[in-house]
């Protein structure tokens, strides 16, 4: 078998970037083919992952994740019309990067620059802070709101807030940086629009971050494959002692980034944009910074940047797809998600897939509020009745009755190998956690079926047994439960997939037929 030298996995990777469009060179976020690139790394680097998460765990771990609402003060009034929850573009931001880069730090100075938290909060939490000996960490108390992410300083779980600037409505997704909770920080991101990569400038956490195995690079790849098309990159903690603000090292960390995203299938030049900011005291967040502070930084202050960002506008027409992240009872079952097409309102009938259960929508929640009816893009709860929310779990999808989502067992994927771990082969009998919009399920490889050249893009003629890392192949994946999924080339963001081992991601794909007769 031809050698696969990184130059030819960079290639691949371009073209597996898998959107039905990339229209003059802009990759649509329905197109993210992100962790192509993880190979390439890993072969300049000696990644020294010593996590290794059993399957099983994985999956425990991820079901366990529930998304945890941040209190904001907002009084749910009447039922808001259609026409006033329009005037304002809703995107959804997720926070990642790697563990202590500062990312619920800046959400929550965020939320407290936008007015979604008053100052005597702030100050309870200040004085909580101190009381563990971790003044520093109070702004992200704003985000972090159970016990076992305070005491550590970690987010486990993904926190959710909203806030509001002149032109857009935002959802805060805060996700987790930490390796162990890779599976919570992918349930994140799948329901994002746009990314903000917060990286830490301060000495030895950037380099901690990017290299040997920090999470860094996996966030980024992991992003792209999920949809995240347009990223901010907020170089954070500027103000720090080993920093202060230096032109120099801000460019040292630019330099550095610009390949890889080039590599992760990013559009540098339209889809990433680079700022410096202070999470902890919110400097050139709300408003540009004086030239006092940084002389050299003539670009936008983090809203502005939110604020100009594009994302492709959706078809509010399309067949009804909301997988669903969570599910609770009050008054009735109501159900959490990110509608990925049509429009939902009060009153209509939808069937809950793969148990093919007829549904009558009583409400519909935007953020804190109710509202009529709710387009595609918006994070939305949903109360249902002719449901128990015990027969409910999280990867269902609340779809249209007329064109109702596709249920399968197995399916035909093309993959990219990344890399695996322990170098072991990739064959029929090869088991890993698939991960697919909100689902998580274990799979088998029961089928090699072919392998593509990367240079000409097309199937060798040669009969597949196994292949290693770097490899393009189109397999027959199974699963044990039925999971509701939709062809690559129709339904971008159900679709596509990572696999992962031991808590590492080993290959990403598209899924490219469905079995004759699976359709509801």
Known sequence: MAEVTPLDIAEEIRSLQLDSAEVNGVINPEDAKPEEVEEVDKMEEDSNDNVTISTQEMQAETSKVKDKEVPVSEDVGAPVEMEEDNKKRHLNVVFIGHVDAGKSTTGGQILFLSGQVDDRTIQKYEKEAKEKSRESWYMAYIMDTNEEERVKGKTVEVGRAYFETETSRFTILDAPGHKSYVPNMISGASQADIGVLVISARKGEFETGYERGGQT??????????????????????????VNWSKERYDEIESKMVPFLKLSGYNVKKDVQFLPISGLLGTNMKTRMGKAICPWWNGPCLFEALDAIEVPPRDPKGPFRMPIIDKF???????????????????????????????????????????????????????????????????????????????????????????????????????????????????EIVQLLQQIDPKTRKPMKKKVLFVKNGAIVVCRVQVNNLICIEKFSDFAQLGRFTLRTEGKTVAVGKVMELPLGYNS
Do not use: W
């Open 217 to 242: 690079r996996e966030h980024v790849q992991l992003a792209k494959t999920l949809g995240v098309s347009k990223l901010l990159v907020v170089v954070n903690k500027m103000d720090d002692p080993t």
């Open 329 to 443: 009872k009050d008054m009735g079952t109501v159900v959490m998600g990110k509608v990925e097409s049509g429009s939902v309102t009060e009153g209509d009938s939808l069937l809950v897939m793969p148990n093919k259960t007829v549904v009558k929508v009583l409400a519909v929640y935007c953020d804190e509020n109710k509202v009529r009816c709710a387009g595609p893009g918006e994070n939305v709860r949903v109360r249902l009745s002719g449901i128990d929310d015990e027969d409910i779990l999280s990867g269902f999808v609340l779809s249209s009755v007329a064109r109702p989502i596709t249920a399968v067992t197995e399916f035909d994927a093309q993959l990219q190998i990344l890399e695996l771990v322990d170098n072991a082969i990739f064959t029929a009998g090869y088991k890993a956690v698939l991960h697919i919009h909100a689902v998580v399920e274990e799979c």
